[in-house]
């Protein structure tokens, strides 16, 4: 992987097409500059990590040592092409990015798992100090980490680290926009800081980024996925709007039996002719149903009303296999008639409680419209997994 660091003399081309989807996508979300450009530095910084363990069938790029080389210089460079030396870029102070990077992960570790993520770390002698320490180990970000000082990892859910890797994205972004980084530097600046970490703790390096890229909520995890979707599915990319994509993400992992069919009806509802919400355009913005917040309420309700079609379809057949998949939090409504008004609100309650998200209402607002998005993206699955197990849903 050393090889890499002078990517002066990759051959490999950086990607208009990407750049221009990307940010355009991150903009329509209305994120933030602060976080773009953090979320930029870090997706520099773990190209290498999101190559080589992504989450999708990437066998064939990867079926040769030549082919895996070509294929993560072609990563790499997708977005921006830069030089891969930290010090070409302006008046970056390095202690911003290695102490929230530690601070997050202590968050991730010592916080939330009770365990130590010094032990991960190079230990390295400094003189005056009578034991090693850790090469990544800094003075923690006080401010940064003391909010999640008393914070369990059974109460801690998926809209909590949604939040979290957004500020923590803001607070290193914040550093970028003051220096006065583009976007593609912002992500140059990203992997040139990897590089330069990884030639002192190759282990530690790979394991903190990793870290974070396992703790990504489903909509940067999404937006993370861009260079590979865009270099190795460029078709589906091409066609795909950011709710599926963010839909896509939170679904890895969970049964086949249950995301199937899940896609099946998403497939169906959003982009065959009959219904047409997300035209064939490259982009989120130009699709032909525009998300906004403003009407947040209206959107949910309509999300709502197209997950329990899926009872309309032949799918309604897998229902054994919902009930015994284990992943139907409210269990009890199983073979019960209810009101769709009642359901809904049943619906709302699982969101609430199994991922901390609250409903659209004027005294709760979202971060951005990437939050939102998030939030009907997994309104959709939850309604789809709960309609089908039930006997029937009456109107008032």
């Known amino acids: 992987m050393s090889s890499l660091f002078n990517i002066k003399k990759n051959t490999s081309p950086s990607s208009e097409g990407l750049r221009f989807r990307l940010d355009s996508d991150m903009k329509y979300l209305e994120i933030s500059e602060e976080i773009q450009k953090g979320f930029l530095f870090f997706l520099g910084a773990s190209i290498n990590i999101k190559f080589t363990h992504s989450n999708l069938n990437l066998s064939e790029q990867k079926s040769s040592k030549d082919k895996f080389a070509k294929n993560l210089k072609k990563t790499i460079n997708a977005y921006s092409k830069g030089t891969g030396v930290f010090s070409d870029y302006g008046e970056l102070n390095e202690d911003v990015f290695t102490s929230h990077i530690y601070s997050i992960n202590h968050i991730f570790l010592n916080i939330l798992s009770n365990k130590d993520v010094d032990e991960k770390l190079r230990k390295v002698a400094v003189p005056g100090i009578e034991?090693?320490?850790?090469?990544?180990?800094?003075?923690?970000?006080?401010?940064?980490?003391?909010?999640?000082?008393?914070?369990?990892?059974?109460?801690?859910?998926?809209?909590?680290?949604?939040?979290?890797?957004?500020?923590?994205?803001?607070?290193?972004?914040?550093?970028?926009?003051?220096?006065?980084?583009?976007?593609?530097?912002?992500?140059?600046?990203?992997?040139?800081?990897?590089?330069?970490?990884?030639?002192?703790?190759?282990?530690?390096?790979?394991?903190?980024?990793?870290?974070?890229?396992?703790?990504?909520?489903?909509?940067?995890?999404?937006?993370?996925?861009?260079?590979?979707?865009?270099?190795?599915?460029?078709?589906?990319?091409?066609?795909?709007h950011i709710f599926s994509n963010i839909l896509g993400l939170f679904c890895v992992g969970i049964d086949p039996n249950i995301i199937t069919p899940i896609h099946q009806h998403h497939q169906h509802m959003f982009y065959s002719k009959i219904h047409?919400?997300?035209?064939?355009?490259?982009?989120?913005?130009?699709?032909?149903?525009?998300?906004?917040?403003?009407?947040?309420?209206?959107?949910?309700?309509?999300?709502?009303?197209?997950?329990?079609?899926?009872?309309?379809?032949?799918?309604?057949?897998?229902?054994?296999?919902?009930?015994?998949?284990?992943?139907?939090?409210?269990?009890?409504?199983?073979?019960?008639?209810?009101?769709?008004?009642?359901f809904y609100q049943e619906i709302l309650d699982v969101l609430i409680k199994k991922y901390n998200i609250n409903p659209p209402e004027e005294k709760f607002s979202w971060n951005n419209l990437g939050d939102l998005v998030q939030y009907l993206a997994i309104l959709f699955y939850e309604t789809c997994l709960h309609s089908i197990i039930l006997e029937d849903i009456e109107n008032p």
């Open 131 to 240: 034991k090693p320490i850790g090469f990544w180990k800094t003075p923690l970000v006080d401010d940064f980490v003391n909010p999640y000082l008393n914070s369990k990892e059974s109460n801690f859910k998926l809209n909590d680290i949604h939040n979290l890797i957004e500020h923590f994205f803001e607070r290193i972004g914040t550093h970028l926009v003051e220096t006065g980084l583009d976007n593609c530097k912002s992500y140059d600046a990203g992997y040139a800081y990897f590089s330069m970490q990884f030639q002192y703790d190759s282990k530690g390096t790979a394991f903190l980024l990793e870290m974070i890229t396992v703790f990504l909520s489903p909509v940067y995890m999404s937006l993370s996925n861009y260079p590979l979707l865009y270099l190795f599915s460029p078709k589906e990319f091409d066609s795909t």
């Open 276 to 342: 047409w919400k997300f035209s064939l355009e490259n982009t989120s913005s130009n699709f032909s149903w525009k998300f906004n917040i403003e009407d947040d309420s209206a959107f949910a309700t309509n999300i709502f009303k197209y997950a329990i079609k899926i009872r309309e379809t032949d799918l309604i057949n897998k229902k054994e296999a919902f009930i015994n998949s284990g992943m139907v939090y409210k269990k009890e409504l199983e073979g019960q008639k209810i009101d769709i008004i009642k």
